[in-house]
T-cell receptor, first 111, second 113 residues
Framework: KQEVTQIPAALSVPEGENLVLNCSFT??????LQWFRQDPGKGLTSLLL?????REQTSGRLNASLDKSSGRSTLYIAASQPGDSATYLC??????????FGGGTRVLVKP | GAVVSQHPSRVICKSGTSVKIECRSL??????MFWYRQFPKQSLMLMAT?????????EQGVEKDKFLINHASLTLSTLTVTSAHPEDSSFYIC?????????FGPGTRLLVL
């Protein structure tokens, strides 16, 4: 059974620092991995999707890497801003076309 | 971009009543929709996969008679929580698949008193 873990569970940084969020998964037989952002009481916004054949994806200040063999992905957010405060979730898609989510990392960027 | 809506956004009901939550894909057709529930400060747990025109597939431990799912059209799936109890209070999120990507609704906050 696929298990997805995110460390740390919570992170607080001053504005301007780079954020590094980690995601690990137990079964490397995945189709893709996706990073989402969730604001309090809201739904999910997709940030980046990395196919299993890809090593990284970039969008603006966001960069996500994928090492499928070691079961890890890292989301980097450069030059953090208070507006980046949210919960970040990673999810992997494997057999059965189901997404398995990690527990999330709650990020607070202090001005 | 693809948009998924949910209605209502929040609902408060008395124990024993039934509550229906709607999930709509606004600008695309979705043959597959998913229902998740999320407890405070926890991640999303898949409840069921809903395929248009057929019965939903429920995850282990999810009572299909309690959580009724209907996917009658390519743009609408409904989740009905029957005989709701306080332990059913949660945040329910639907998702619709379009191609390789799942698009998520804004969620419905259910509080059962």
């Amino acid at each position: 059974k696929q298990e997805v873990t995110q460390i740390p569970a919570a992170l607080s940084v001053p504005e301007g620092e780079n954020l590094v969020l980690n995601c690990s998964f137990t079964d490397s037989a995945i189709y893709n991995l996706q990073w989402f952002r969730q604001d309090p009481g809201k739904g999910l916004t997709s940030l980046l999707l990395i196919q299993s054949s890809q090593r990284e994806q970039t969008s603006g200040r966001l960069n996500a890497s994928l090492d499928k063999s070691s079961g890890r992905s890292t989301l980097y957010i450069a030059a953090s801003q208070p507006g980046d405060s949210a919960t970040y979730l990673c999810a992997v898609k494997a057999a059965g076309n189901k997404l398995t989510f990690g527990g999330g990392t709650r990020v607070l960027v202090k001005p | 971009g693809a948009v998924v809506s949910q209605h209502p956004s929040r609902v408060i009901c008395k124990s024993g009543t039934s509550v229906k939550i709607e999930c709509r894909s606004l600008d695309f057709q979705a043959t597959t929709m998913f229902w998740y529930r999320q407890f405070p400060k926890q991640s999303l747990m898949l409840m069921a996969t809903s395929n248009e025109g057929s019965k939903a597939t429920y995850e282990q431990g999810v009572e299909k008679d309690k959580f009724l799912i209907n996917h009658a059209s390519l743009t609408l799936s409904t989740l009905t929580v029957t005989s709701a109890h306080p332990e059913d209070s949660s945040f329910y999120i639907c998702s619709a698949r379009f191609g390789e990507t799942q698009y998520f609704g804004p969620g419905t906050r259910l509080l059962v008193l």
